[in-house]
């Protein structure tokens, strides 16, 4: 058994054990699997159908883990990324006005330049020309996004014609609803809890069900088809502006995101000796193809979950970790009556905490270097406040190149930043 486990998950038997691993895999399962409920209730607003949403965001988030683990090697949960699936809908689809079609063709093009990118090793060398101050602003712009966008579901934020927002009705039962999930579900993070956001989702949705708000259809009950969604690409509007300038965001937004991830874990875990980061080459390639097949099978981009860090902490060292996670949730499609009666309100709170847990990065940024921080700050206050996180980078990257340009600071700026500006200024001059 040890020598399977070793050949094709990378199990040492001197720094782990079987039974490690498979608590470590469950660990991570009970704080990402949240996903399931999450992803569907983001993308149906684009007209997708929510159960086949499910049973793909299941399949898929299994198929891009089994590549973690029999190809990396390494203890890391792959599930459609919080920010790609809210891109994905509100901004290309309701902002853009867009198919969800339209986006999907987006999602497949960016992961097969994503897989040509990985074996070519440019992918790396993309990353490292935008400067760290810039990468760390997307995530907490996109952050404030995902939390605007769980107020909105929750109705705590309104439209108001006179200020674009105010304050909805916070005693609607709806909203105190979502208000008690958020309480519950950040009771349970302080106390580190195990699985915090899945259990908040839990209690919330059976808090609903005196106010008629939770309809329990069933407990076990077979996958539904992903037949409506299956393979569904719009090829018309392949070599059009808005597709380059989609695909583009789709692919920066993974890469900073996807990186940031893997680096933060293998820290954590203590892969990485004098800087470098092992299996880092495989570990891509396996959210490259995961992203592929999740638009084939019909969802938003594929990334490495940071709530890995659960499986890790709990001494997760290889891919047998990343198998047991994969287990579960092929496991959770026989639940899909349970994951589908979840409703809005309760998965508001967890993108209102998931917002939280991406702007925590902000304290990286250096706020007293004006040239890093104001086009952070650009970048980050544009992606909630135009509802557009490819608007966030297109601007944040652009007063980057023109503030350190013109204050002296061109030092900075490497030759792929100017060519990025470039392209991004014809882009808005076409849009």
Not at 20 to 33: D, K, P, Q, R, V
Not at 285 to 307: K, N, P, Q, R
């Amino acid at each position: 058994m040890h020598q399977f486990l070793q050949k094709y998950l990378g199990f040492n038997p001197e720094n782990t054990t079987i039974r490690t691993e498979i608590i470590a895999g469950l660990s991570t399962f009970l704080t990402m699997a949240y996903i399931l409920a999450v992803n569907p209730a983001i993308l149906s607003v684009t007209g997708m159908d929510k159960g086949a949403l499910f049973t793909t965001t299941a399949l898929t988030s299994a198929i891009a883990t089994l590549i973690m683990a029999f190809y990396a090697k390494m203890p890391f949960g792959l599930a459609p990324g919080m920010g790609m699936n809210a891109f994905f809908a509100y901004t290309v689809c309701i902002s853009m006005g867009h198919t969800w079609q339209f986006a999907l063709t987006a999602i497949l093009i960016e992961g097969i330049i994503f897989i040509l990118l990985t074996v070519t090793n440019v992918r790396e060398k993309i990353v490292h020309s935008i400067p760290t101050s810039l990468q760390t602003a997307i995530g907490v712009g996109i952050g404030l996004f995902i939390a605007f966008i769980g107020l909105q579901n929750a109705g705590i934020s309104v439209k108001n014609d006179a200020t674009l927002v105010s304050l909805g009705n916070i005693f609607d039962p709806s909203v105190m609803l979502v208000i008690i999930g958020l309480i519950v579900t950040a009771v349970l993070l302080v106390k580190k809890v195990t699985g915090a956001l899945l259990i908040g989702i839990a209690v919330t949705t059976l808090c609903g069900l005196p106010f008629g708000i939770t309809h329990f259809n069933g407990f076990f009950s077979l996958p539904p088809s992903i037949g409506p969604i299956f393979m569904q690409f719009e090829w018309h509007n392949l070599f059009t502006v808005d597709m380059v300038m989609v695909v583009l965001s789709f692919l920066f937004m993974d890469l900073f995101d996807t990186l940031g991830t893997l680096v933060s874990l293998m820290i954590k875990a203590g892969f990485v000796k004098n800087g470098n980061l092992p299996r880092l080459k495989e570990s891509f390639f396996a959210d490259a193809v995961g992203t592929t097949v999740g638009a084939c099978l019909g969802t938003s981009a594929i990334s490495t979950y940071v709530e890995s860090a659960a499986g890790v902490s709990a001494g997760g060292k290889s891919g047998l970790t990343a198998l047991v996670i994969a287990v579960f949730f092929l496991l959770s499609l026989l639940f899909s009556a349970v994951f589908l009666a979840i409703p809005t309100q309760a998965t508001a709170p967890v993108l209102i905490l998931v917002g939280f847990f991406m702007i925590s990065c902000i304290k990286e940024i250096d706020l007293s270097d004006f040239a890093e921080a104001i086009p952070a700050f650009i970048c980050i206050i544009t992606i909630p406040l135009t509802y557009s996180i490819a608007n966030g980078i297109v601007f944040g990257l652009l007063s980057y190149v023109l503030i350190n340009l013109f204050s002296g600071k061109a030092q900075r700026i490497k030759p792929e930043m100017y060519m990025l500006a470039v392209f991004f200024i014809i882009m808005l001059m076409l849009h």
